[in-house]
């Protein structure tokens, strides 16, 4: 055999181990892209949760990613409710998902606006920082088109890991929140089925297939509160000048219904659900006269009013096991 030809299927040799190679790890991604569509294994996700989050201290500092769901008012709530020491930042848009949030080429509306405050941090910074024992995600609404249009099951593991890496001791969170009133399917309905059908399923537990992280990630479980609270009000009639899911959402100054934007006593509902899961406390015996984060007095719900609301959001935390709250 000539030194030639034997040069040459040397080479041809190299060449299909290098397309081999290629080939192989192209199949490596692929496959654990399809691992991260299908999500984790039951017993993966049993193994995550079957433990508790370790016990948060005092005066915990807090980074909230979001939109007009969040607000300013809320986060200056839970911080009245936590008292001394606690402390919190925020990036927010209007209707901004996690998506345009992360992209720097894409636009968040109302970004000057929303976030023309003291307590403001650029989100990129914010999240890899190290700064946060807790940064709380919050994916735009409607979350089916979240989902299928701003791929909410790539980002929040991005942000996830950004979190992860700058602090392995941070804790993360998605906020779940909830459809428009007026929603066609009905707005209970859609609580009730979209808690695991899109917030966990398709966003919370994309980050336990992508990151395999040592500490998963953990539930916010707003949506579910409200729909606990109205609920219990609603099958009373109503408790004084409460009577119906309506009172929990803004109006006008036509008087006309925000279908989703909280007022005042939405805000508290949400601020003592954040501070339950947070803080892994029943808020039962809270403060319930506030203030927003202009320093002006928010309308306080009745003593009444307030304590259902405190039980409920206790009652509901503790029952879900992807809070990490004990059981």
Do not use: C
């Amino acid at each position: 055999m000539s030194a030639g030809l034997e040069k040459t299927r040397m080479t041809d040799r190299t060449t299909l181990l290098i397309i081999l190679a290629i080939l192989g790890g192209m199949a490596a991604v692929a496959w654990t892209m399809i691992a991260a569509r299908s999500g984790p294994d039951p017993e993966t996700i049993r193994r995550a949760y079957a433990t508790p989050a370790p016990p948060p201290g005092d005066g915990l500092r807090v980074f909230h990613l979001g939109h007009s769901l969040v607000g300013r008012d809320m986060p200056a709530m839970l911080q009245q409710l936590a008292g001394t020491g606690h402390a919190y930042e925020s990036q927010l848009g209007w209707g901004t998902s996690l998506m345009q949030h992360w992209e720097p080429d894409e636009p968040i509306k109302g970004f000057d606006e929303e976030n023309a405050h003291p307590r403001f941090r650029p989100a990129h910074e914010a999240v890899g920082s190290g700064d946060y024992d807790a940064v709380v995600l919050t994916e735009m609404v409607e979350i089916r088109d979240a989902i299928k249009y701003h791929d909410s099951g790539s980002y929040f593991p991005k942000w996830a890991a950004s979190a992860r890496a700058g602090n392995a001791e941070t804790r993360v969170y998605l906020y779940e929140t909830w459809p428009r009133l007026d929603d066609p399917d009905g707005w209970l309905t859609r609580l009730d089925r979209d808690v695991e059908r899109y917030w966990t399923e398709e966003i919370l537990l994309r980050d336990l297939a992508v990151n395999a992280p040592e500490r998963p990630a953990y539930l916010i479980p707003a949506g579910q509160v409200m729909a606990a609270f109205v609920r219990a009000l609603e099958s009373r009639g109503s408790i004084g000048a409460v009577q119906s899911r309506q009172d929990l959402f803004r109006r006008t100054e036509a008087d006309e219904l925000d279908p989703i934007h909280v007022n005042d006593l939405g805000a508290y509902l949400v601020a003592l659900t954040h501070y339950a899961v947070l803080y892994q406390r029943s808020p039962v015996g809270l403060p319930h006269e506030l203030r927003r984060a202009d320093g002006t007095p928010a309308a306080a719900p009745s003593e009444e009013v307030a304590r259902l609301m405190q039980r409920t959001v206790w009652e509901v935390v503790k029952e879900e096991e992807m809070t990490g709250v004990p059981q």
